[in-house]
């Protein structure tokens, strides 16, 4: 079993490190051995998943009301999360047959980082943390006022800044003092 574990452990690394110049896989292995792009990836639209926790999420809250989630490595800042969690609000309202929506609240949160391992024998995992940004969006047929936006028009725009935006713009300094402060100086 522990060997099975192993052997599956190297697996996924080496299937992170094979796909990391598509997104970052968010692991990397004691051994030295690395299952994350750290570093210098753009923000991509794309859903965030177990293997690639770097992209976009969302549940349903209520009627006509989603939470949007965007997640990335700590070098992304918030206004590129917040601009991918938009794109994907915009996105939702197209899908939705909703002709506008409106961000009600946003808040940004930072995930921690922790280790892990599986069983006895397994390799530790270290999970690197995460920023994230959670809108929560309402969805409308008809312009209530004008802070609603056109879903269409928006979802064009913003995903053509999203492809313009360059690497991540957080500088490490930044990072370690925020890490410091949110999470006892992971």
Aim: aromatic share 4%; charged share 20%.
């Amino acid at each position: 079993m522990n060997r099975v574990l192993l052997q599956l452990s190297g697996a996924v690394s080496a299937a992170c490190l094979a796909l990391s110049g598509l997104a970052g896989c968010g692991a990397t292995l004691n051994n030295g051995q690395t299952g994350a792009l750290t570093g210098g990836s753009a923000i991509s639209y794309q859903a965030s998943n177990v293997v690639f926790p770097n992209g976009y999420s969302e549940a349903a809250v209520g009627p006509d009301k989603y939470r949007v989630r965007a997640t990335g490595d700590m070098r992304q800042s918030r206004a590129a999360l917040e601009k991918l969690a938009m794109t994907r609000a915009a996105d939702i309202g197209q899908s939705m047959n909703q002709k506008y929506f409106r961000v009600d609240a946003v808040s940004e949160n930072v995930i921690c980082g922790r280790r892990k391992s599986s069983g006895r024998d397994a390799q530790e995992i270290v999970i690197k943390p995460k920023r994230t940004v959670d809108l929560e969006v309402s969805f409308a047929k008809e312009q209530v006022d004008p802070s609603w936006l056109a879903s269409k028009e928006s979802f064009a725009l913003m995903r053509g800044e999203l492809d313009t935006l360059g690497a991540p713009d957080v500088p490490p300094e930044a990072i370690s003092s925020e890490l410091a402060m949110k999470c006892g100086g992971a």
